[in-house]
């Protein structure tokens, strides 16, 4: 998905279960799993940190820090919230 907001080209390639337990690709992968994501630098493994790499790779890391921020602003007023109505119902329940 990054690769498309990117405009950028990637290679995909699909591995069937049955290339998966013939061909041994999974001993050729670092951790015995997939997915993977070949590049210049070398082979990125995990979806979490491939999507972090491609992210900073392509400029959008800022983009994911922005939202990570919004979300975590978001997150703080509804707690806020949370604990203002909490207390609230402890004085109406005595």
């Excluded at 990054?2 to 591995?15: T, Y």
């Excluded at 951790?31 to 990125?44: K, R």
């Amino acid at each position: 998905m990054l690769h498309a907001v990117a405009d950028k080209p990637l290679n995909d390639e699909i591995v069937t279960v049955e290339q998966w337990q013939a061909d041994g690709i999974k001993q050729k992968q670092p951790l015995g799993q997939i997915p993977t994501y070949t590049c210049d630098e070398g082979v990125v493994v995990m979806s979490n940190s491939i999507a972090r790499y491609v992210a900073k790779k392509f400029g959008m890391m800022v983009s994911v820090v922005l939202m990570y921020h919004t979300t975590l602003k978001e997150l703080s007023v509804i707690l806020s919230l949370l604990s203002r109505w909490f207390s609230v119902m402890s004085l109406l329940v005595r």
